[in-house]
């Protein structure tokens, strides 16, 4: 079956200028997750949505950072104003739904973003 | 948030088992032990997962002592394809989720 999508695969741009990087979580799935992955680092955590609604927004760097979800599926991660520092793999996963105290639902990543901020 | 410390890098050769521990000192009650594998260009993807003792599925196998603060990856017989960064995380819940918190990870290297 399908699994999840990011488009563009490689985003070239300049400082300054707005992106938009799109995600297409796994059918579905309602909880879907943003990570930024810098060269050679882990995964930093960005945003969590569930639903259409985003309960945890605490990993976005700056105001510069939003995101959104619509229909319960597709996803936005809009960068305004980007800069050097941004350029970074930036990573959407979506898993299936809420967790309990006691269970644990696998995150199923896409293949992410490259993003270049000259 | 529990914090997890793993080896920065191994080195392996085909055939061999390879043994990857995480020391996760301050595991809550809660939180479930997973391992994420991760190649070059790819997004990370799910191995193995467990509370206490052992688990083995047909990737891998996780022990996990009985006190819980530290976790042991073993992958039976590597390949050349196993050459990947492993990440051993804690599950955090906050808000009913998971939000997963990666560390550096540690990047195994299998030789010929």
């Known amino acids: 079956g399908a699994g999840v999508s990011q488009s563009p695969s490689n985003k070239v741009t300049e400082k300054g200028k707005d992106v938009e990087l799109r995600c297409d979580p796994i059918?579905?799935?309602?909880?879907l997750y943003w990570y930024r992955q810098r060269l050679g680092q882990g995964l930093e955590f960005l945003i969590y949505?569930?639903?259409?609604?985003?309960?945890?927004k605490s990993g976005l760097p700056s105001d510069r950072f939003s995101a959104e979800r619509t229909g319960e599926s597709v996803s936005t991660l809009t960068i305004q104003r980007t800069q050097q520092e941004d350029s970074a793999v930036y990573l959407c996963a979506s898993s299936p739904g809420l967790a309990d105290a006691f269970s644990y639902n696998e995150q199923f990543f896409g293949p992410g973003t490259r993003l270049t901020v000259l | 948030l529990a914090k997890t410390t793993q080896p920065i890098s191994m080195d392996s050769y085909e055939g061999q088992e390879v043994n990857i521990t995480c020391s996760h000192n301050?595991?809550?009650?809660?939180?479930?032990i997973t391992w994420y594998q991760q190649f070059p260009s790819q997004g990370p993807r799910f191995i193995i997962q467990g509370y206490k003792t052992k688990v083995t599925n047909e990737v891998a196998s996780l022990f996990i002592p009985a006190d819980r603060k530290s976790s042991t990856l073993s992958l039976p017989r590597v390949s050349l394809s196993d050459t990947a960064v492993y990440y051993c995380?804690?599950?955090?819940?906050?808000?009913?989720?998971?939000?997963?918190?990666f560390g550096a990870g540690t990047r195994l290297a299998v030789h010929p």
């Open positions: 059918s579905g799935h309602t909880a």
């Open positions: 301050n595991i809550a009650t809660n939180d479930y």
């Open positions: 949505f569930q639903g259409n609604s985003a309960p945890d």
């Open positions: 995380l804690v599950g955090a819940f906050s808000g009913g989720y998971n939000k997963l918190i």
